[in-house]
């Protein structure tokens, strides 16, 4: 069934879990995070980025989530737009059907340029208004997403800022971030503790405090009621680099956030945990080494299956690791 974020998160917050939001854009990503959903009783976010619609058109998107929630019709479904860049991106979801968007006002509407705190107040609170109306739940984001380690916000031709950020734009101040809410009534928010987006976070392995869980946990106790969410949570599995580089890939070395600072994330508070590069990592990773060990084969159905099962393994790790397994 169809439910909205607050739904969810409201239940999550009870019962103390986080839930992993996973970026679709295909038919393979799709049944991944569905079959991962049903082995572990698990509710579900799937979120749509700008590029998802450019890739799969709005129609194929939201007809592929909706023949998920009729597939699947015991499973709680959040039908979620990752990085909406305005009020009236966010409109045009909410008439297609989406039960939560995300008002990316941190940036301009080029999703590049960071913007102001005015500027951000005011998009966001008029995006809630209009999906309050309707139902429809509302994330926003406030600081610029960005490695503590490398100041860089990530993806070249993703969403994120360019430049190398300051110190003080990497993480989100608590006291704003209760001006914010209260001017904006957002149902969860996006905040700036060191994540940043791709594959590209972190160059040496990590040591515990990839994460600034100390600023995680004054936002929480800040904004209780508010949802936290962490952007660019993909922990880089080393073990799909391997198998990506050991059958014709080349990837250069590098590290994602640990699954265990992101469950001490969840203990303070983060309850929507953004992962895409993950299950982009997987899915190369599974096709690579398919052809590579049959190159005879040319039936696209066999080495997209691979990617299928790689994806789904990688989904039920998380649902796992957050809590979220035996919630559905
Ligand atoms: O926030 C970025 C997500 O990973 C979506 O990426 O814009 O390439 O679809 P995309
Ligand atoms: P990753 O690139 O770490 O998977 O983050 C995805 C994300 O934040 C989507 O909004
Ligand atoms: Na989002
Ligand atoms: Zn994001």
Redesign the pocket.
């Known amino acids: 069934a169809l439910i909205s974020l607050r739904q969810l998160l409201d239940h999550a917050a009870e019962h103390g879990y986080g839930v992993p939001a996973f970026?679709v854009?295909n038919l393979e990503q799709m049944r991944a995070i569905m079959e991962a959903a049903d082995r572990t009783d698990s509710p579900v976010i799937v979120q749509a980025?700008?590029?998802?619609r450019k890739?799969a058109g709005a129609p194929f998107l939201r007809h592929l989530i909706l023949a998920a929630i009729e597939e699947f019709p015991h499973i709680p479904v959040v039908m979620h737009q990752?990085?909406g860049t305005s009020p009236a991106v966010c409109q045009r979801s909410i008439q297609l059907g989406f039960s939560s968007v995300m008002m990316d006002g941190s940036l301009k509407d080029d999703g590049k340029t960071p913007a102001d705190y005015d500027y951000n107040v005011d998009v966001t609170r008029r995006t809630v208004e209009m999906a309050h109306a309707c139902g429809v739940s509302v994330e926003g984001e406030l600081g610029c997403l960005g490695s503590l380690e490398t100041g860089q916000a990530g993806?070249e031709?993703?969403?994120?800022a360019e430049g190398t950020l300051s110190h003080d734009q990497l993480l989100t101040d608590p006291e704003e971030a209760a001006a914010f809410v209260a001017a904006t009534h957002v149902d969860a928010l996006a905040i700036a503790i060191g994540t940043s987006?791709?594959a590209y976070k972190f160059t040496r392995p990590p040591t515990g405090d990839t994460l600034s869980i100390a600023r995680i946990r004054q936002i929480h106790e800040r904004i209780p009621n508010t949802h936290l969410v962490m952007?660019?949570s993909s922990s880089v599995p080393q073990e799909w680099l391997e198998i990506i580089n050991e059958h014709g890939g080349r990837i250069p070395e590098t590290y994602g956030v640990p699954v265990e600072e992101i469950v001490e994330g969840i203990k303070h508070g983060v309850r929507k945990v953004?992962i895409?590069?993950d299950l982009r990592l997987a899915s190369t990773g599974a096709v690579r080494r398919f052809l590579a060990h049959n190159p005879a084969e040319f039936d696209p159905r066999k080495y997209l299956k691979e990617t299928v099962a790689a994806m789904r393994d990688v989904c039920v790790a998380r649902f796992e690791a957050f809590g979220t397994a035996g919630n559905a």
């Open positions: 970026n854009n980025s700008a590029g998802a890739y990752d990085h993806e031709d993703g969403v994120g987006h791709g952007h660019g953004n895409d590069t």
